[in-house]
Antibody
Framework: DVHLVESGGGLVQPGGSLRLSCAAT????????MTWVRQAPGKGLEWVSN????????YYVDSVRGRFTISRDNAKNSLYLQINSLRAEDTAVYFC????????????WGPGTLVTVSS | DIQMTQSPSTLSASVGDRVTITCRAS??????LAWYQQKPGKAPKLLIY???RLEGGVPSTFSGSGSGTEFTLTISSLQPDDFATYYC?????????FGQGTKVEIK
């Protein structure tokens, strides 16, 4: 079975940084695009970033480009999101999901990790 | 960016009802549309992809249709486990975008 588990969330001050991780099991990780999606408290879903199987292709939503960096380590079956210059509006649950390229939806999701930006 | 608009935002229904949710895209997305179900405090779950293809393990009471800019999710007979929020999402053009969600409540 596909299993995704995020970690690394927490409380951080505005302007701070965090590194989120997503551990993947149950599938050949390097064969799949991977994605980060976030959800602010009480709000809808927002796609944040995705990365190709070999890590060479990366895409970002405009609101995070230049502040967030997506990466992966296929030897460790892990996905990462480095988030810098955090703002209050980045407060959200961050989900990792498998898929997210053209023609491929988000077919499996982790439970999410909460990032709270507050002083 | 492609805007996805769902209607209604909230829907009150009873067990056994037939329920339809509409999703409209601001430009053609061909059939690159997915539907997700989300329950409070949980991750979304993929129900439908490519507008009408049922994800494995999803009950056949769920179905999707449409192409271009207009799509529908239908639940043919609402079950107690189906009370949740439903999101459509386009994956035709970056940035991938979601509808604002439709909450299906118990009437």
């Amino acid at each position: 079975d596909v299993h995704l588990v995020e970690s690394g969330g927490g409380l951080v001050q505005p302007g701070g940084s965090l590194r989120l991780s997503c551990a993947a099991t149950g599938f050949t990780f390097s064969n799949y695009w991977m994605t980060w999606v976030r959800q602010a408290p009480g709000k809808g879903l927002e796609w944040v970033s995705n990365i190709g199987g070999d890590g060479s292709e990366k895409y970002y939503v405009d609101s995070v480009r230049g502040r967030f960096t997506i990466s992966r380590d296929n030897a460790k079956n892990s996905l990462y999101l480095q988030i810098n210059s955090l703002r209050a509006e980045d407060t959200a649950v961050y989900f990792c999901a498998r898929g997210g390229t053209s023609g491929w939806p988000f077919d499996n999701w982790g439970p999410g990790t909460l990032v709270t930006v507050s002083s | 960016d492609i805007q996805m608009t769902q209607s209604p935002s909230t829907l009150s229904a009873s067990v056994g009802d037939r329920v339809t949710i509409t999703c409209r895209a601001s430009q053609s997305i061909i059939y690159w549309l997915a539907w997700y179900q989300q329950k409070p405090g949980k991750a979304p779950k993929l129900l439908i992809y490519s507008a009408s293809r049922l994800e494995g393990g999803v009950p056949s009471t769920f179905s999707g249709s449409g192409s271009g800019t207009e799509f529908t999710l239908t639940i043919s007979s609402l079950q107690p486990d189906d009370f949740a929020t439903y999101y459509c999402q386009q994956y035709n053009q970056y940035p991938w975008t979601f509808g604002q969600g439709t909450k299906v409540e118990i009437k």
